[in-house]
Nanobody, 121 residues
């Protein structure tokens, strides 16, 4: 079964940057669309950004447009989320998800366990 592991979370001050990575084991990610989602305390999980299997299509939530960038490195079997100009409201557990059919959907088949991002001074 495809296993996803997120890394790169942590504590950062407002205005700072973090780079999250999603790595896969046992499967090659080339054939999978990848999504980044987040869930803040007391809130529902929401989509942050998605990238198609080819990397040719990307999408972003309005709240992160211009600040976050999703990219994939199929040679390294990873997908990254570069987060700049972080705000306190970006605080959440960030999850990556993969699916070979669904794109940018909360119903994607495979999920990581998440990495915590805290934006605070």
């Amino acid at each position: 079964q495809l296993q996803l592991v997120e890394s790169g979370g942590g504590l950062v001050q407002p205005g700072g940057s973090l780079r999250l990575s999603c790595a896969a084991s046992r499967f090659v990610l080339d054939y999978y669309s990848i999504g980044w989602f987040r869930q803040a305390p007391g809130k529902e999980r929401e989509v942050v950004s998605c990238i198609s299997s080819s990397g040719g299509s990307t999408d972003y939530a309005d709240s992160v447009k211009g600040r976050f960038t999703i990219s994939r490195d199929n040679a390294k079997n990873t997908v990254s989320l570069q987060m700049n100009s972080l705000k306190p409201e970006d605080t959440a557990v960030y999850y990556c998800a993969a699916d070979d059919l669904a794109y940018c959907s909360d119903g994607m088949d495979y999920w990581g366990k998440g990495t915590l991002v805290i934006v605070s001074s």
